[in-house]
Each structure stands twice: as C-alpha cells, then as structure tokens.
C-alpha cells in the first residue's frame, strides 16, 4: 500500500473532491514501467483537475500530477531497468491517465526520459512541465534567431516564466520580465531579469496593430490580450513563442504584424513531443538553466497541501516552482 492525492466524484450531486488516502498496485492504470515516484509539481493543468468542477478529469477516481520524477521499480520494457531515474512530462499524464501525486506510478515507456546528468529528481521537478515547457520556448527562439534587444518574458513570475527568465539571462540576453504583481519584482531581478514591465503597460497600450519595435523576442506564458499586445511590439522578423492559456484562448490581434514586420507566431505544445526533442530540452536545461536560480523558485509542498494549492495556482497566486515530496 502506499499514498497517492485522489480525486473522487460523488454521482448523485457531481461535486469533486480531493483525498490522501491508501491506494495499491492493483489500483494502478495499465502501463509497461512503474516509478517510485519521489517528486512533482503543480501546474495550472494541476488546479484544474483539484478543484471542484474536475476540470480536465475524464473518469474517477483520478490521481492528479502531470510531471513527476523518481526511481523504475520494475520494467517490461528493454530500455529501463530497476534502478534508473527517469523523469516524466507530459502525454496526458494526471488527466487522462494517472499522474505523480502518488508514491507510484505506472505509465508507458515511451513517455518517459532518462534523468540527464547534472539534475537530481528534486532539481527535475523543480523544472517540471512548466520549466520544460519554458526551454521549449527558448529553444524555439533560438532556431527562428533572437533580435537584438530585451527578451519579452510574460507571466514571469509564474512557472514557465520564471525559468524562461532564468535561462535566457544565463545565456546572456536581456530580459524584460511582465507581472502584475509590483513584490515580485525582486524576485524577478533575482533570476536575472534586468527590466520590471508592469502589466498594464502591456496590456494599456493604444491598442493598435503594431507600435514601436521594442522587444528582441518573447516568451508569452499568458495568452489573449497580452499576446495580441506583444505581437505589436516585437522587432522586425522578430518571434513570439507562446505557451499558455491562462488570458484566454482567443487572439484580439490582426495580420499586421505578421505581414508588415515578418513576426512569427510559434506555438509550443509541450504534452506530446517526441523523444528526441524531449531529451534534447532535458540536456539543455541541465546544462543552462543555473542551479542556484532553480532553488530560488522551489516552494515545498506535500500531498496533503494539494487542495489549496491547486486553488491556489487557478488564482494567480503561486510564485515560482511548486516542488511536492510525496513521501513526506
């Protein structure tokens, strides 16, 4: 037996609710490899399957988490052997299939990656979906060329925008870090951002489709209003990768930008990449993403914390990286 964060619905009334409790092996979902999972985070994806609606969940009871990392338990599989250290993101893991908010997990071999060396399964977690996510980002810039001239991070002081700040500032640009939230600023400056944007500058501009050229190339963890905003002041050729949902879905933007100044749009969907990409993301953040940035953005949590954190982060309100021990 062992403990894992379940969410369970009660038919009659529809509501959801979300319980530690003791779970086995014969509990677990079908899969080829089982992890000792020792950590994982939370997400935005994290709050929604937490909270009363059930969010993205298609069958109880559910076990959320979408990342985890750990040690292989057992294996059918060739390429992973008892022992290994293994990390996961990804693949509809904690929504469809159960997710790292467990003492174990069983899941597919292939949606798994070896632990790079240079990251410990706390480090990985502390990166997690939205720290992979973020070097996805990078890494799309950088094969589209970043302009010269600050970085546009939004939502920098949430997940994917933390750790966006911290690797592009180790690798030597300029990063203009957007909050809403003025006592963030600090931190911010902490990992490396060398200009506070207050969001209202973003997002209170005049509203046309282009304005002046200011910015080398963004991260936009946001979406909606805030992307729109952005596209209008990136440099000529310039590119926007644009990760999250969080403002909205749709896009209050014209052609414009992509017309008369050669803007590129790059979408980065972080939950099925193929392996190569994945352990080349994985590298890379083991080799530029400082460590001592890392540990500055952990926030330890527990399973029993689950609950309010995940309504926490629907909110707004979780600065940096949410690291859960699930054995403590």
Known sequence: MFNALVVEKDEESGKTSAVVKEISDADLPEGNVTVAVEYSTVNYKDGLCIGPGGGLVRSYPHVPGIDFAGTVEASQDDRYKPGDKVVLTGWRVGEVHWGGYAQKARVNADWLVPLPMGLDTRQAMAVGTAGFTAMLAVMALEDHGIKDGPVLVTGAAGGVGSVATAILANLGHEVAGVTGRPETADYLKSLG??????????????????????????VDAVGGEMLARALGQIKYGGSVAAVGLAGGAGLPATVIPFLLRGVNLLGIDSVMQPYENRLRAWERIAKDLPM?????????????????????????????????????
């Open 193 to 218: 951002a060398t200009q506070i944007v207050a969001r209202e500058e973003i997002n209170e501009t005049t509203k046309r489709p282009l304005e002046a050229e200011t910015w080398g190339g963004c």
């Open 292 to 328: 001592d940035k890392l540990e500055a953005m952990i926030q330890p949590a527990t399973l029993a914390d689950l609950p309010g954190l995940g309504a926490d982060i629907l909110k707004g309100q979780v600065k940096g990286r949410v690291v859960v021990d699930v054995n403590a």
